[in-house]
C-alpha cells in the first residue's frame, strides 16, 4: 500500500516569491492534516480537512496561506507571498475517518527554504 | 490547555544502554498517549500508543506506561542499537477533535 506522497522534497525560493506543495493521502483516509514543523519543534497544525470541508484552520495564517482539497482526495497548500520566516518542514498526514485511534500517517515532507 | 513536555535532548548512548525519554502532559479528561518516530529523512510514523490510565504501549522493544496519577508517559527501551537513532515525539489527543498536540521532541544518538 502507497504510503502519503508529498512534493516537491524541498524547495528553494527568493522572498516574496509564491510557492506550492502538493499531498496525495493514503488511498481511502478521508482526513488529510497539513503540519508546520521548525527545527527542533514539534509539528504544528495548519489545518485539517474531513473530505473536501476544512473543518479547523484556526493556525492557517489566512493572509498569506492557502489550502484546497477539491475532490476529497490530494491537497495543495500554498504560500503567497513567502516570507524568510516561513522556512520549515510542511508535512502533510492522513487518518481514516472510521475508526480514528489517533494514529496519522505522514508523508516525508516537503523543506523549503526562503532566501 | 493542553500540553506535552518532553525531555531536551539530544541525547548520546553507546549502543546496549538503557533508554528512558521523560514525558509528561497536562490535560483535561482522559487523552490518549502517543509516541512517534522520525528516522532521518523520513517522515513521522506512530511507535506506540496508550489510550487509558495503565496500558502499557509497546513496539520495536520500546515500552512506555499510562501513568495518570503522574501524568506520564515515559519511553524507555532496554538496550538500544545504532537504528534507533532518530527524534522521538511524545503527543497526545484529548478529546473527539482529531488534534494532536505535540512535544517539542527529543534527539536520539547512538554510537556503536
Known amino acids: 500500500e502507497a504510503g502519503v506522497v508529498q512534493s516537491p522534497r524541498y524547495k528553494i525560493i527568493e522572498k516574496k516569491q509564491p510557492v506550492a506543495f502538493w499531498c496525495n493521502p493514503i488511498?481511502?483516509?478521508?482526513?488529510l492534516y497539513w503540519y508546520l514543523q521548525n527545527l527542533g519543534q514539534g509539528p504544528e497544525l495548519l489545518i485539517r480537512?474531513?473530505?473536501?470541508?476544512?473543518?479547523?484552520d484556526s493556525q492557517l495564517p489566512k493572509d498569506r496561506f492557502s489550502a484546497e482539497r477539491l475532490k476529497g482526495v490530494d491537497s495543495t497548500l500554498k504560500i503567497q507571498p513567502a516570507e524568510l520566516g516561513d522556512s520549515a518542514v510542511y508535512l502533510c498526514?492522513?487518518?481514516?475517518?472510521?475508526?480514528?485511534?489517533?494514529?496519522?500517517?505522514f508523508g516525508e515532507g516537503s523543506r523549503l527554504t526562503v532566501l | 490547555g493542553d500540553s506535552v513536555t518532553q525531555m531536551e535532548g539530544p541525547v548520546t548512548l553507546s549502543e546496549e544502554a538503557f533508554l528512558t525519554i521523560n514525558c509528561t502532559y497536562t490535560?483535561?479528561?482522559?487523552?490518549?498517549l502517543f509516541w512517534y518516530v522520525q528516522y532521518p529523512g523520513e517522515g513521522l510514523q506512530l511507535l506506540l500508543k496508550?489510550?487509558?490510565a495503565d496500558d502499557k504501549g509497546s513496539n520495536k522493544g520500546f515500552e512506555a506506561t499510562y501513568r495518570k496519577e503522574t501524568t506520564s508517559f515515559h519511553l524507555e527501551k532496554g538496550s538500544v542499537q545504532v537504528s534507533d537513532s532518530a527524534v522521538y515525539f511524545c503527543?497526545?489527543?484529548?478529546?473527539?477533535?482529531?488534534?494532536?498536540?505535540w512535544g517539542l521532541g527529543t534527539s536520539l544518538a547512538v554510537n556503536p
Open positions: 490535560a483535561t479528561g482522559y487523552p490518549s
Open positions: 498526514a492522513s487518518s481514516p475517518a472510521a475508526g480514528y485511534t489517533g494514529e496519522l500517517f
Open positions: 503527543a497526545l489527543n484529548a478529546g473527539n477533535n482529531r488534534k494532536l498536540i
Open positions: 496508550a489510550t487509558k
Open positions: 488511498s481511502g483516509h478521508n482526513t
Open positions: 480537512y474531513e473530505n473536501e470541508e476544512a473543518v479547523d
